[in-house]
């Protein structure tokens, strides 16, 4: 607890409230009112293609309609949370702080676990945060783009909010977690956000053309199924639809998650520091 308390001093500075935590609000607020302009005739084009109905008012109607906006770029939130992770587990590298975190406490797992912990619930509190400003920017613009939002405070609705919740704020710890164990492993936070937003942008998509596996079982593939709520959902991130379940998308974004903490507290501890 001396760990996560003493992260959280330093996610609470304002930099990093208004680098990343609003980031993530700006970015999906954004896209929500994209979302309701095109659905009110705008020319918008949200998928950048030709279609003019990539988003309509009947669908932004339905139950989930308050949440359809951000769970269809809610790999985009999962790059912001990669920054986050690798700028903060790298840092303590680049400005020597990990030596005098030893110091004081020297069972590094109880500092690693500390500040991971720390770091999941700012992102956790980041996508609430998220959720209420596109919900509530929604309703706002739901009249003007002859959307009924009757449905949203349904039960139905309600329990699609509470879900949306559940999936962005794990598809968002998939690639922090990738990108944390990065960190760890180059001590570099260059490194670790290049790498880790070209594997999850651009990286696996072109080698997915060419393994057909990756394509659905990778990293990236987990974000956008677990984003959308598995097969069936509108693809994250302009992406192609999802090919894998909602329940084989979570067991394998728990596994990844698991595996790159596990190669993180290994690492961390049977290294030695130096600076």
């Given at each position: 607890?001396?760990?996560?308390?003493?992260?959280?001093?330093?996610?609470?500075?304002?930099?990093?409230?208004?680098?990343?935590?609003?980031?993530?609000?700006?970015?999906?607020?954004?896209?929500?009112?994209?979302?309701?302009?095109?659905?009110?005739?705008?020319?918008?084009?949200?998928?950048?293609?030709?279609?003019?109905?990539?988003?309509?008012?009947?669908?932004?109607?339905?139950?989930?309609?308050?949440?359809?906006?951000?769970?269809?770029?809610?790999?985009?939130?999962?790059?912001?949370?990669?920054?986050?992770?690798?700028?903060?587990?790298?840092?303590?590298?680049?400005?020597?702080?990990?030596?005098?975190?030893?110091?004081?406490?020297?069972?590094?797992?109880?500092?690693?676990?500390?500040?991971?912990?720390?770091?999941?619930?700012?992102?956790?509190?980041?996508?609430?945060?998220?959720?209420v400003a596109?919900?509530?920017?929604?309703?706002?613009?739901?009249?003007?783009?002859?959307?009924?939002?009757?449905?949203?405070?349904?039960?139905?609705?309600?329990?699609?909010?509470g879900s949306?919740?559940?999936?962005?704020?794990?598809?968002?710890?998939?690639?922090?977690?990738?990108?944390?164990?990065?960190?760890?492993?180059?001590?570099?936070?260059?490194?670790?956000?290049?790498?880790?937003?070209?594997?999850?942008?651009?990286?696996?998509?072109?080698?997915?053309?060419?393994?057909?596996?990756?394509?659905?079982?990778?990293?990236?593939?987990?974000?956008?199924?677990?984003?959308?709520?598995?097969?069936?959902?509108?693809?994250?991130?302009?992406?192609?639809?999802?090919?894998?379940?909602?329940?084989?998308?979570?067991?394998?974004?728990?596994?990844?998650?698991?595996?790159?903490?596990?190669?993180?507290a290994t690492?961390?501890?049977?290294?030695?520091?130096?600076?």
């Amino acid at each position: 607890m001396r760990a996560f308390r003493s992260e959280w001093v330093k996610l609470s500075r304002r930099n990093t409230l208004l680098g990343f935590g609003g980031a993530m609000v700006g970015f999906a607020v954004l896209f929500t009112v994209l979302a309701f302009v095109n659905a009110g005739g705008g020319s918008v084009d949200l998928d950048g293609g030709e279609s003019e109905d990539f988003v309509t008012a009947a669908m932004l109607s339905l139950p989930e309609g308050s949440v359809f906006a951000i769970t269809s770029v809610g790999g985009f939130l999962g790059i912001i949370a990669l920054a986050l992770f690798a700028s903060n587990l790298a840092g303590e590298f680049n400005k020597g702080t990990i030596r005098m975190l030893f110091v004081t406490e020297p069972n590094r797992l109880k500092v690693l676990a500390g500040k991971v912990a720390a770091l999941i619930s700012f992102v956790a509190v980041g996508v609430a945060a998220t959720l209420v400003a596109t919900i509530g920017i929604g309703a706002l613009l739901a009249p003007g783009a002859g959307v009924e939002t009757a449905a949203w405070w349904s039960s139905d609705g309600l329990a699609a909010i509470g879900s949306a919740y559940v999936n962005l704020t794990g598809a968002a710890l998939v690639p922090a977690l990738i990108a944390a164990t990065i960190a760890v492993l180059t001590r570099s936070s260059a490194i670790a956000i290049s790498v880790g937003a070209a594997w999850f942008i651009l990286g696996e998509a072109l080698l997915g053309t060419f393994w057909d596996s990756l394509a659905e079982w990778g990293p990236a593939a987990v974000t956008n199924a677990l984003a959308v709520g598995g097969a069936g959902g509108a693809g994250a991130m302009g992406g192609a639809p999802p090919v894998i379940v909602y329940s084989t998308a979570a067991l394998l974004a728990l596994g990844y998650g698991i595996l790159s903490v596990a190669i993180s507290a290994t690492v961390l501890a049977r290294r030695d520091v130096t600076s």
